[in-house]
C-alpha cells in the first residue's frame, strides 16, 4: 500500500530523529533503524511493501516484519499520516464574536525607535491621547460584541500607552467592574518601554493584575542603537532599571520582555541570553519587519546566520533547562499535547474579526498594523464593525487559501503567518511573507526538539 509522505514532516537534530504527523500535530522520535526505514520508504513514492523488499539486504525478515508493523499501528491508530476529513470544502464561518480589543490610548511616544511601524506614535496620523469616554465606549463595545464568551482580552497600546495613564486606570478599573457585572473574565494588557514605569505605576498594575509586554533589545548597544531617546540619548540604563524593579516586584510573572533583533544584530541568541542573565525568565525576541530599503532590514543572505542562531539558542535553553534555570522563550513555546484543532489553527489571530484595534476617536480597524490606513477602516466603537469587505478579506485569509502555504508542513502551527506581514510585503494576504516563513519553519524544528528531549528527560526520572 502506498501513503502520502505530504502529509508528515521528518527531520534530525543534534542526535534526534523527529516524525511530525502533521495533520494531528503528533510527534515521534525514530530509532536509527526506524529513521532507515522511513527514508526508504519515502524513496519508493510511499510503497511500504517496495520499501521492505528493498531493505532485504541490510536487514533480516523478523527485523523488516517488526519496524513494518511498528509503522502499521500508529497508521491504525490515526497517529501518522492521518488524514483529516474536516478539511474537505472547508468554508470559514463569518465571526460575529469579538473576542479582544487593542486599545490604542496614545498615538505618541516618547522614544525615536528607528524600526518603529507606528512612525514614533501617531501611525502616519495626529499624536492623540485617547479620552476617558472613549475609552469606556470601547469597553461597552467589547462585552456588547463578545456575546455570550466568557474569556475577553484589553491590550493597552500605542505609541506609549503611559503617556496616557491617567485615563489607562480609570480604564482598567471600569474594565473589571464591567467583566463582573456581564459575568466575563477580563485579561488586560499594557505594552510599554517602561520609560515610565515608576513605584505608583508598578503598584497599581500589579494590584489590578494587568499583565506587561515590556520592550527592551538586549545587550546596551544594541538596545541604544535601535531604541534610543529623542535626540539620539541612549535608552537602555533608564529602561532595564525600571523592568528589573517590575520584575522584581512580581509573584505572578504576568510579563514578557519582547524585543526585536535586526540586521545589526544576527547574533541576537546573544541578547536573549544577556536579557535572562539580567533576571528576565519571559523572552519574546522578533526579526524586524520593515522596508528592504532600510540599513537595518533582514536580507535573504541572512537566513542561513539565523538559522543557525536559532539551533545555537536551542542548544543554550537546554543548558539553562539542565542548570535547573529555565527561562521562556516566546518562539519555543508549543504544547503538543493540547494543541487546538486543525480548523481551529486555519485563521491564526483573528484579526479583522474577533481581534480588533481601537483608534484615539475610537475607529476600528483589523489590527494595530493597519491602524490609520483608510482602506482598512472597518467602523466605529459606536455603530459597529460597517466594512464587511475588509472583514471577509481577512475571514477568507485562512491557511487553506493560502497556495504556498498547501505544501508546507508548519502551516497548522503558524495557520499561514502574519497577515500585515504578507500583504506589506507582497500587497497580498494571500501570498506570506516567505523570510518570515523560513525562520517560523526552523523555530518549530527547534522547538519540537527542545519538547522531545523534556519528554525524555521526563521519561528517564519517572522509571
Not at 473574565?185 to 508598578?202: G, K, M, P, Y
Not at 543557525?308 to 539553562?320: A, C, F, I, S, V
Amino acid at each position: 500500500m502506498k501513503y502520502d509522505f505530504t502529509c508528515i514532516h521528518k527531520f534530525s537534530m543534534e542526535d534526534t530523529n523527529i516524525v511530525l504527523d502533521i495533520n494531528s500535530g503528533i510527534v515521534h522520535t525514530l530509532s536509527k533503524e526506524a529513521w532507515e526505514f522511513l527514508e526508504v520508504w519515502e524513496k519508493t513514492e510511499g510503497d511500504l511493501d517496495k520499501a521492505v523488499e528493498d531493505l532485504k539486504g541490510s536487514y533480516s525478515v523478523e527485523e523488516l516484519d517488526a519496524l513494518k508493523g511498528e509503522f502499521e499501528e500508529l497508521i491504525k491508530e490515526g497517529l501518522l499520516f492521518s488524514y483529516d476529513k474536516s478539511l474537505e470544502n472547508y468554508q470559514p464561518k463569518k465571526q460575529n464574536i469579538v473576542k479582544a480589543l487593542c486599545l490604542h490610548v496614545a498615538h505618541d511616544c516618547n522614544m525615536r525607535c528607528k524600526y518603529c511601524f507606528a512612525g514614533t506614535g501617531p501611525f502616519g496620523a495626529d499624536r492623540s491621547l485617547m479620552d476617558l469616554e472613549t475609552g469606556k465606549r470601547a469597553f461597552d463595545f467589547l462585552f456588547e460584541a463578545s456575546g455570550s464568551r466568557k474569556y475577553v482580552e484589553v491590550d493597552y497600546f500605542g505609541g506609549e500607552p503611559l503617556l496616557n495613564f491617567k485615563v489607562v486606570k480609570e480604564l482598567v478599573k471600569y474594565g473589571k467592574q464591567k467583566a463582573q457585572e456581564k459575568g466575563k473574565v477580563l485579561r488586560q494588557t499594557l505594552t510599554t518601554n517602561a520609560l515610565l514605569l515608576n513605584q505608583e505605576v508598578i503598584d497599581f498594575l500589579n494590584e489590578e493584575d494587568v499583565y506587561l509586554i515590556l520592550s527592551l533589545d538586549g545587550r546596551p548597544e544594541i538596545q541604544n542603537q535601535m531604541r534610543p531617546l529623542r535626540g539620539e540619548k541612549p535608552s537602555f540604563d533608564l529602561i532595564n532599571n525600571n523592568i528589573k524593579k517590575y520584575v522584581n516586584s512580581q509573584a505572578d510573572n504576568t510579563y514578557y520582555v519582547r524585543g526585536t533583533y535586526t540586521h545589526y544584530n544576527l547574533d541576537f541568541c546573544k541578547d536573549i541570553l544577556f536579557l535572562v542573565d539580567q533576571g528576565y525568565d519571559r523572552i519574546s525576541i522578533e526579526p524586524v519587519v520593515t522596508s528592504p530599503e532600510n540599513n537595518f532590514a533582514l536580507r535573504e543572505e541572512d537566513i542561513p546566520i539565523l538559522k543557525e542562531e536559532y539551533q545555537e539558542l536551542t542548544k543554550k535553553w537546554l543548558e539553562y533547562y539542565k542548570a535547573g534555570k529555565p527561562f521562556k522563550f516566546f518562539h519555543f513555546n508549543i504544547d503538543l499535547d493540547k494543541g487546538p484543532c486543525v480548523l481551529k489553527r486555519l485563521s491564526g489571530c483573528g484579526a479583522g474579526n474577533e481581534y480588533l484595534a481601537v483608534s484615539p476617536k475610537g475607529d476600528l480597524y483589523p489590527c494595530h498594523q493597519f491602524m490609520e490606513n483608510k482602506e482598512f477602516l472597518m467602523g466605529n466603537i459606536y455603530e459597529g464593525v460597517k466594512n464587511e469587505r475588509v472583514k471577509e478579506t481577512f475571514l477568507n485569509a485562512h491557511v487553506l487559501n493560502k497556495e504556498k502555504c498547501s505544501s508546507c508542513w508548519a502551516k497548522f502551527f503558524c495557520s499561514g503567518g502574519c497577515h500585515a506581514n504578507a500583504y506589506f510585503a507582497n500587497g497580498d494576504f494571500l501570498k506570506p511573507y516567505e523570510l518570515g516563513c523560513e525562520l517560523q519553519r526552523t523555530r518549530l524544528e527547534c522547538a519540537i526538539y527542545i519538547q522531545t528531549k523534556i519528554w525524555e528527560e521526563k521519561n528517564q526520572t519517572t522509571k
